[in-house]
């Protein structure tokens, strides 16, 4: 790595050659990988890696089924985020706060100082900062709860562990799934991804389960509760893409998961909408059920769902019945 780039100033994305692209030159293969693109801004990026600390490439050199390509991109400047989020209920041991879609949870190679533990520390300036007892995705809107005394930040996290906290979550999805299900299959990595953070179903992958029920179906789309019986990575996003009914919005497991590099390149855009509909994915952390920590005392949080995704299932979401 060069003396002027850090790795948390990198974007690093992954690209497996499959057999279909055997002999192809290198900028023509990540072209077919990442479309939206110009050639000649594919050939900057490949002659680019080696000043950024990664391999000397040459544009022509042509690819073979099983390498894998490591593409390094400075990252951009760090984006506006939501940085406001409300109370929902308290005491003197936890606080259940609305965290808005859009604000990471903790620092990324993306994000640093638009984060949920920055504006705590921030908001909390000459108080004890609380602490987090469970994070949910940077799109995923909606419940968290937060521990203001350490003796309930580990009770909290420790019956997170234990799965003896029942969450519930509002998602509206594409497509018309059964009336209610369990899904169960495995989750791991995505070998087959250019980009780390997705998962997919995978048999050696670790167990995992996802009730759900349709609580209202309006044309193309269904708005569904879902309750996970364990807490992998992207759980609830796998799970209702696998069966068919991806979240709207979702860029990850949505329609193309190559939408998810196209809009690192772009940013939001009006191709994009015609085809995800919302700039972020519709999930919303509903729900929590828990025994305090320390009263003992059985608790339900609540947080309704947020305006952006109520105004889309009562307005945009009609336009497929005409």
Request: hydrophobic letters at 35%.
């Amino acid at each position: 790595m060069s003396d002027q780039q850090d790795d948390k100033d990198l974007i690093q994305i992954r690209f497996d050659v499959p057999e279909l692209f055997n002999g192809w030159r290198l900028d023509h293969f990540i072209h077919a990988k990442i479309p939206r693109l110009s050639r000649s801004r594919i050939q900057r990026m490949i002659r680019a890696q080696l000043e950024l600390g990664g391999n000397r490439w040459r544009v022509s050199q042509r690819v073979k089924t099983g390498e894998q390509y490591l593409l390094l991109r400075p990252a951009p400047e760090e984006p506006d985020v939501p940085r406001t989020f409300s109370i929902i209920e308290n005491d003197d041991y936890l606080m259940a706060i609305d965290k808005p879609a859009g604000l990471p949870v903790h620092a990324t190679a993306r994000y640093h100082k638009n984060t949920l533990t920055a504006v705590l520390r921030e908001h909390f300036l000459d108080q004890r900062v609380p602490t987090l007892a469970h994070r949910i995705d940077r799109e995923t809107s909606g419940l968290m709860v937060l521990c203001l005394d350490q003796q309930a930040g580990i009770g909290m996290k420790r019956a997170f562990e234990l799965r003896k906290v029942k969450k519930r979550y509002l998602a509206i999805v594409e497509g018309s799934p059964d009336d209610e299900g369990v899904i169960e299959y495995a989750i791991g990595p995505c070998e087959t991804s250019g980009i780390r953070v997705r998962r997919a179903i995978d048999e050696n992958g670790k167990p995992a389960s996802t009730r759900y029920r349709v609580l209202e179906r309006k044309g193309a789309y269904s708005l569904v509760e879902a309750f996970p019986q364990s807490g992998r990575q992207h759980q609830i996003r796998v799970h209702l893409s696998a069966i068919g009914c991806p979240i709207v919005g979702d860029k990850l497991y949505g329609p193309d998961p190559a939408l998810m590099l196209e809009y690192l390149e772009t940013g939001w855009s009006d191709a994009l909408a015609e085809r995800l509909r919302l700039p972020r994915h519709a999930l919303h952390a509903s729900d929590v059920y828990f025994r305090h920590p320390i009263t003992q005392q059985d608790v339900h949080y609540h947080c309704p769902l947020s305006t952006d995704l109520r105004e889309f299932w009562q307005n945009e979401s009609t336009e497929c019945l005409s």
